[in-house]
């Protein structure tokens, strides 16, 4: 047994010597195995990484707004380069009327400048319309009865123009005509385009202006079938977006809306109704024949998307205000105490931007007119009384007033008598009677009340 043990322990390490012989390095190697590693780490070491970029983060899809309309995606007449003197006021979208013998459609309205003779050649050739003897007759149409109308193709479907010939001037509920045609041009349009429509369409009402009924007047419940949009750009006030809704009861329906949405007119006979919601403008037809109910709402504004709208907890209506959009005011009256504040805010587009708050009101007597400029910062003072009146500057950015018009003395005797006291600066004891009355009066100063929304 111990023979059996040497031997192979002798072999082993016999192996064992010729190993690490093989491997054990020779002087030099080792040297330069002891120099190596510093110099593979100098050549080897890994860059300093550049910075990350931050990722950019991707926008917020924007709400389709009612202008939107005339853009590519839903417009078949954009890529057209109408002649000069033709101008896009308006644009709609219907869908398909059978009862019409009418297809999804999309239209235009334009006024157009020129001769009509030469305007009804030019429609004619854009909707295919060839016939030398047809467009003959077209022109005259549009001569001898002020008007036309067209049948063609267009983009591989029907199409139809509508031309009335017009004086310059005239304003119609849509547009200021020109001297030449108004036209309306419309074009049947494939599913494609058509369902694009239809989601923009349903983008474009409020449920939340319909109050408890919003549920049951939903898209889900909405007819794709029976919808339509209107879209103003003159008069964008007259932007109408209407859709059906197929609802369970609509006479049922018809009673909770009388409560829920508090009508400012119902006619139960003809089962209509209109009501308000902030700007949009709301009107409800029901038919109770076939349960469906027919919305037509009116955003007020073509350029704002009303389908989360809400109403501000405070505005300026709230608070006793009346806004006039045609003439880009909101006013705030107390006839019998003579006191009228009017607001008048660039973005509501007055025709005679020269004061921006008037305040119109008496004290001891005494007539108080206030005017604030905006752009440059100022407000405009003047006491009257009888025949007399004085008057005074007050800059709001540096809290100086001026010396007062007509003179001093004038100026003393007005101001102190409508102030009641001729103590301290009269000038501001005056602001001070405007300035109060809208802190008491609204619960804010009239910084904050210039700049409240309207609903």
Known sequence: MKRLLKKPLALIAACWFL???????????????T???????????????EPTAEPTPTPEPKAPVPIDLLSEAYNPFDGVAFPDGYTIYAARFDTADAGK???????????????????????????DVQDAVMIAGYEDSIAQNWGVDIEGAYGGGYARAQIKQTEAGYETDECTDVAGCRVELSADIDAERTALCTDFVLQNYSPAALGDLADRLSTDAARRDMLGIYVNLQKPGRTAVSV???????????????????????????????????PI????????????????????????????????????????????????????????????????????HRAAEDWNIEFLGRSNGYDL???????????????????????????????????????????????????????????AAV????????????????QTLYALPVW
């Open 35 to 49: 120099e190596a590693p510093a110099v593979a780490a100098e050549e080897t070491a890994a860059p300093t990484p």
């Open 431 to 446: 602001f001070a009677l405007f300035t109060d009355l809208v802190q008491q009066r609204f619960g804010v100063d009239w």
């Open 281 to 348: 403008g709301t009107e409800l037809r029901f038919d109770a024949g076939s349960n469906i109910v027919y919305l037509t709402q009116y955003p007020g504004d073509n350029t704002v998307s009303v389908k989360a709208y809400a109403l501000s907890d405070v505005s300026l209506t709230k608070l006793g205000f009346q806004f006039y959009p045609n003439d880009g005011l909101c006013m705030y009256e107390q006839k019998e105490n003579g006191i009228e504040i009017a607001l008048a805010r660039p973005e509501w």
């Open 369 to 427: 007119g206030m005017w604030y400029m905006e752009s440059i910062g100022m407000f405009h003072i003047s006491v009257t009384k009888g025949s007399a009146s004085a008057s005074c500057d007050y800059n709001v950015n540096t809290g100086e007033f001026s010396d007062g018009w007509p003179d001093q003395e004038t100026m003393l005797s007005l101001f102190g008598g409508a102030a009641g006291s001729a103590e301290g600066d009269v000038r």
């Open 244 to 278: 059906a809704f197929s609802v369970d009861d609509a006479s049922a329906l018809e009673g909770e809306a009388v409560t829920a949405l508090q009508p400012n007119w119902h006619d139960e006979e003809q089962a209509r109704m209109n009501a308000v919601f902030g």
């Open 101 to 127: 013998g009418l297809g999804d459609r999309y239209g235009i309205y334009m006024t157009a400048a020129g001769d009509p003779a030469e305007i009804v050649r030019y429609i004619a050739g854009l909707l």
């Open 19 to 33: 190993f690490v012989a093989a491997c054990a390095p020779t002087a030099a190697q080792s040297a330069a195995q």
